[in-house]
């Protein structure tokens, strides 16, 4: 390769320096271990019965949803005694036992406690933020459909979720009244998608659509199903997760009925891959249905490289393809768990090259007010030349490209005609 500074690039080369061999910066990655965690049942819950234990109907009748419960288990400190305090009429708190029991009881900066105790914080207000960060409301042309993208529509088919994450850009909707799409909304939806035939892939989510029964969950996937131009079903879940138990065998074979079905799974922190959620995710994996997780940057939660590394890497074990990470949205009381944007580029910029592609998510800001998701990533072209750019990789070092010479070629046309036709290709 030609040293860079024979080209009509910008880019200042030092010396007689080969492009290849020039190093920017040089990108190294924090070598800190994650500790893997294990369910340890407090007290509270030692005498329940494993058979229990493992029914997720149990585990919905048995959140903690008041401070005096939550007391039992936790040692919580007074910024978490005055959130719980305030989150009445807020975001309801609500915790599943089997979540509760990956949250460490005396550290409060544990991630899984983060996640799901809320802190006063809650309370303060941010000039930036807003009740509906996304714009959902303003494009929703039927209750529960939002419709922001030309071929695709989201429909919030509950308002429920087993666990309450405090950082929910829905919390103006979920936890509310705990229920689901009425009959008659449903029935609006249906005739408002039969009436936009360009839309063909319909994302299910809420709250949790997997917190439905699986009769009234199987009746809104049929229906849809039914309607010719929806090519794809979505559903969207954080149940893997906070609520794995909920993964069954009479769960996966009614969904098997719809494919195609893609499922994304909202993970935060590699200490919630544990046994019991490798056993639902395999389950999920082996009903065919294509796993995606989507990870929303916590501060204090999963900022940094080694612990995206971790979560990526153990993501892709268990067979879900890390598929984006979202910047925290703009949703009122969250200032507390949002990084910078500069944050989210490092961290992808220690994860491409440094581990398997497929573990690569997309960064992405979700634009306020209802832009859409737009990806950022870390500027691998420095400078763009006449004829070749310049390029680094993830190792900072620098390379030259060539560029394709376009020239134009006369292509006769059929015998009998005079005229030619000129084209562009590339040589
Ligand atoms: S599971 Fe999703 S919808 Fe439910 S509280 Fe968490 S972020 Fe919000």
């Given at each position: 390769m030609e040293p860079a500074s024979d080209s009509n690039l910008s880019f200042p080369l030092r010396g007689t320096e080969k492009v290849s061999q020039l190093v920017l910066f040089p990108i190294s990655v924090e070598q800190k271990k994650v500790e893997e965690i294990k369910e340890v049942r407090p007290p509270l819950w030692k005498e329940v019965l494993e058979r229990e234990w493992n029914d997720w109907r149990w585990q919905l009748r048995h959140r903690i949803t008041s401070l005096e419960q939550m007391k039992e288990i936790i040692e919580l400190t007074p910024e978490e005694i005055e959130g719980i305090k305030h989150s009445k009429g807020r975001l309801a708190l609500a915790v599943t036992p089997y979540f509760a029991s990956?949250?460490?009881?005396?550290?409060?900066?544990c991630p899984i406690r983060r996640q799901a105790i809320p802190r006063?914080?809650?309370?303060?207000?941010?000039?930036?933020?807003?009740?509906d960060p996304l714009g959902e409301d303003k494009h929703?042309?039927?209750?529960g459909l939002v419709h922001r993208y030309p071929d695709r529509v989201l429909l919030l088919i509950t308002d429920q979720c087993a666990v309450y994450c405090r950082y929910c850009t829905r919390r103006r909707l979920v936890g509310s009244h705990e229920r689901s799409i009425t009959q008659g909304n449903f029935e609006e939806v249906l005739k408002y998608l039969k009436n936009h035939r360009k839309v063909r892939d319909v994302l299910l989510s809420g709250g949790d659509p997997?917190?439905?029964?699986n009769e009234r969950l199987e009746e809104i996937l049929g229906r849809l199903r039914a309607l010719p131009h929806i090519e794809l079903l979505r559903i969207g879940t954080r149940v893997p997760v906070t609520?794995?138990?909920?993964?069954?065998g009479g769960l996966v074979r009614m969904l098997k009925k719809y494919h195609p079905l893609m499922i994304s799974i909202h993970f935060t922190h590699p200490k919630e891959i544990t046994e019991t959620v490798r056993r639902a995710c395999s389950e999920l994996a082996d009903g065919g249905f294509p796993l995606g997780s989507q990870t929303v940057l916590l501060k204090g939660i999963n900022d940094k490289p080694y612990i995206m590394k971790k979560l990526v890497q153990e993501l892709l074990k268990i067979r879900?393809?890390?598929y984006y990470i979202y910047q925290c949205d703009l949703a009122t009381g969250t200032e507390h768990f949002r990084t910078s944007v500069a944050t989210g580029i490092q961290i992808i910029e220690k994860l491409r090259g440094h581990t398997t592609g497929y573990a690569v998510p997309t960064y992405v800001v979700d634009a306020p007010g209802g832009g859409g998701k737009i990806p950022l990533q870390p500027d691998y072209l420095v400078t763009r030349g006449k004829g070749k750019i310049v390029l680094r990789n993830y190792e900072g070092k620098v390379f030259e490209y060539p560029e394709p010479n376009i020239i134009e070629f006369k292509k006769a046309r059929p015998v009998g005609e005079e005229k030619v036709a000129t084209k562009k290709v590339m040589a």
């Amino acid at each position: 390769m030609e040293p860079a500074s024979d080209s009509n690039l910008s880019f200042p080369l030092r010396g007689t320096e080969k492009v290849s061999q020039l190093v920017l910066f040089p990108i190294s990655v924090e070598q800190k271990k994650v500790e893997e965690i294990k369910e340890v049942r407090p007290p509270l819950w030692k005498e329940v019965l494993e058979r229990e234990w493992n029914d997720w109907r149990w585990q919905l009748r048995h959140r903690i949803t008041s401070l005096e419960q939550m007391k039992e288990i936790i040692e919580l400190t007074p910024e978490e005694i005055e959130g719980i305090k305030h989150s009445k009429g807020r975001l309801a708190l609500a915790v599943t036992p089997y979540f509760a029991s990956l949250m460490d009881p005396i550290n409060p900066n544990c991630p899984i406690r983060r996640q799901a105790i809320p802190r006063i914080e809650e309370i303060h207000l941010s000039k930036n933020e807003m009740v509906d960060p996304l714009g959902e409301d303003k494009h929703s042309p039927v209750p529960g459909l939002v419709h922001r993208y030309p071929d695709r529509v989201l429909l919030l088919i509950t308002d429920q979720c087993a666990v309450y994450c405090r950082y929910c850009t829905r919390r103006r909707l979920v936890g509310s009244h705990e229920r689901s799409i009425t009959q008659g909304n449903f029935e609006e939806v249906l005739k408002y998608l039969k009436n936009h035939r360009k839309v063909r892939d319909v994302l299910l989510s809420g709250g949790d659509p997997l917190l439905l029964e699986n009769e009234r969950l199987e009746e809104i996937l049929g229906r849809l199903r039914a309607l010719p131009h929806i090519e794809l079903l979505r559903i969207g879940t954080r149940v893997p997760v906070t609520l794995p138990q909920r993964i069954t065998g009479g769960l996966v074979r009614m969904l098997k009925k719809y494919h195609p079905l893609m499922i994304s799974i909202h993970f935060t922190h590699p200490k919630e891959i544990t046994e019991t959620v490798r056993r639902a995710c395999s389950e999920l994996a082996d009903g065919g249905f294509p796993l995606g997780s989507q990870t929303v940057l916590l501060k204090g939660i999963n900022d940094k490289p080694y612990i995206m590394k971790k979560l990526v890497q153990e993501l892709l074990k268990i067979r879900v393809r890390p598929y984006y990470i979202y910047q925290c949205d703009l949703a009122t009381g969250t200032e507390h768990f949002r990084t910078s944007v500069a944050t989210g580029i490092q961290i992808i910029e220690k994860l491409r090259g440094h581990t398997t592609g497929y573990a690569v998510p997309t960064y992405v800001v979700d634009a306020p007010g209802g832009g859409g998701k737009i990806p950022l990533q870390p500027d691998y072209l420095v400078t763009r030349g006449k004829g070749k750019i310049v390029l680094r990789n993830y190792e900072g070092k620098v390379f030259e490209y060539p560029e394709p010479n376009i020239i134009e070629f006369k292509k006769a046309r059929p015998v009998g005609e005079e005229k030619v036709a000129t084209k562009k290709v590339m040589a």
